[in-house]
């Protein structure tokens, strides 16, 4: 969809609004502009961004979608009654009626990583994260014992940003290990996994997205041509079954969905909170 702009308007960081935001936008067919307005916090800064949104509104002859998490009360009657955009509050739509059925009122935060620096999760997901950089593509096979999960797979299959997505938002321990033409001509799994294979989960990848994906790094190498790919796919699939590994292929899922799967798999507990 041309000439139509979504602001993201926020008192926090922003994002959840975005995220909550496309999650909405992603049911229909559009590619509009996005702008994300965080720290929205002050009335100076609320007219600030009325501005803007009204400029966007006479340019493109269309009302901007404004998406917005504001606590307070002033900036939130600012944004709502001078902007020329469809204002979508994603607090007060749901606030409201929680209030009402918890029988309380929100602490109305502004914000909702305070104090998060102190929590027992905060020190695990960084603990997680410092974890999974050790531990990417394979650079070491120290305390793979503590893990909780390797991911394995051929060179450009998801295995990184699944581990550090893992990592960053449960706090899970997560290595990958790269499955490479040598652990094929083996013919079993590699020596340092298989104390842990438990452990391991496959992510596989469609042979001529590989291609694709690997050209873009290393174009007309024997590493990204589409022969290669195939057999190194069809050589990585060959091993996880029989190791018994439980394996999905990344080709047309979101690290999200990949995340979840494995979470589903490994840590169910994970999933409830």
Known sequence: ??????????????ITAETFGNSILNQFSIRPHHVRRPFVDTVDKAHQVVREINHSADLEGRR????????????????????KGLVLDLFNTFIEPLEAEFGMTSNHRVGRFNDVSKS????????????????????????????????????????????????????IKAANYPLIPEDFDRGHIPPCLAPHKIKCFGLTI???????????????????SLENCRYEVREA?????????????????????IATTILSDIRPDRLMY
Not at 65 to 79: G, N, R
Request: charged share 25%.
């Open 1 to 14: 969809m041309p000439n139509r702009t979504v602001f993201f308007v926020s008192d926090g960081t922003g």
């Open 64 to 83: 901007p979608v404004v998406f917005v998490t504001l606590i307070d009360p002033e900036v939130q009657s600012i944004v709502k009654e001078h902007c």
């Open 120 to 171: 027992q999760e905060y020190t695990n997901r960084i603990e997680a994260i410092n974890f999974s950089l050790a531990h990417d593509d394979g650079q070491s096979s120290k305390n793979l014992a503590t893990a909780d999960v390797i991911l394995v797979g051929v060179s450009r299959s998801g295995k990184t940003p699944t581990s550090l997505y893992l990592a960053m938002q449960h706090g």
């Open 206 to 224: 469609d042979p001529v997205r590989l291609n694709q994906i690997r050209t873009e790094r290393r174009p007309d190498s024997k590493y990204a």
């Open 237 to 257: 699939e060959t091993m996880m079954r029989r190791e018994g590994i439980a394996w999905l292929s990344s080709t047309h899922k979101s690290i999200e969905e």
